[in-house]
T-cell receptor, first 118, second 113 residues
Framework: AQKVTQAQTEISVVEKEDVTLDCVYETRDTTYYLFWYKQPPSGELVFLIRRNSFDEQNEISGRYSWNFQKSTSSFNFTITASQVVDSAVYFCALRGGNSGGSNYKLTFGKGTLLTVNP | NAGVTQTPKFQVLKTGQSMTLQCAQDMNHEYMSWYRQDPGMGLRLIHYSVGAGITDQGEVPNGYNVSRSTTEDFPLRLLSAAPSQTSVYFC????????????FGEGSWLTVV
């Protein structure tokens, strides 16, 4: 069975602070994919990043960066110099990649509500 | 640039009524799925499809039916709505050739009274 744990239910920061959202996953698949999605107050799910299990390079996109560590089964997300517009619920998700017909289902964490105060 | 389109966006039903949530995608994705989002629960998979004519159950399928007669459409049917089905519903699609990134519709807010 697959599992994604986002231990932080809510985080509140002041604008311009850096913030890291934690994600720990469990899977028996040797190939898998990890995702981060943003859900702003308007409710839609916005895709942020996909990481393949065989690519452990960290990635930076503007103020966003992701730290993937297979040794600790973690895929953490850092926002540098946070802004009010970053306020949202952030979901980490896992998709298995082994054969078996169920490879295209996402297992979600319960989400972290990030509030950035001015 | 439609992507995944869900209708309706908001719906109020009475207990026992039936309804269909529509989902269409214009990206020629073979994989489609329905999730529900409840407070504190994240998103949970209801049903999914790996191609036209093929559907399967996800984590929480009870009370829902699906069909996939075309690649583009994947409707979700509630045959006899119950208050426990009050939730936000998301349709999603993906494809191997699109790098397996899963794209979501804008969500459908359903209230059963």
């Amino acid at each position: 069975a697959q599992k994604v744990t986002q231990a932080q239910t809510e985080i509140s920061v002041v604008e311009k602070e850096d913030v890291t959202l934690d994600c720990v996953y469990e899977t028996r698949d040797t190939t898998y994919y990890l995702f981060w999605y943003k859900q702003p107050p308007s409710g839609e799910l916005v895709f942020l990043i996909r990481r393949n299990s065989f690519d452990e390079q960290n990635e930076i996109s503007g103020r966003y960066s992701w730290n993937f560590q297979k040794s600790t089964s973690s895929f953490n997300f850092t926002i540098t110099a946070s802004q009010v517009v970053d306020s949202a619920v952030y979901f980490c998700a896992l998709r298995g990649g082994n054969s078996g017909g169920s490879n295209y289902k996402l297992t979600f964490g319960k989400g972290t509500l990030l509030t950035v105060n001015p | 640039n439609a992507g995944v389109t869900q209708t309706p966006k908001f719906q109020v039903l009475k207990t026992g009524q039936s309804m269909t949530l529509q989902c269409a995608q214009d990206m020629n994705h073979e994989y489609m799925s329905w999730y529900r989002q409840d407070p504190g629960m994240g998103l949970r998979l209801i049903h999914y499809s790996v191609g036209a004519g093929i559907t399967d159950q996800g984590e929480v399928p009870n009370g829902y039916n699906v069909s996939r007669s075309t690649t583009e459409d994947f409707p979700l049917r509630l045959l006899s709505a119950a208050p426990s089905q009050t939730s936000v519903y998301f349709c999603a699609s993906s494809s191997e050739w699109s790098g397996n990134t899963i794209y979501f519709g804008e969500g459908s807010w359903l209230t059963v009274v």
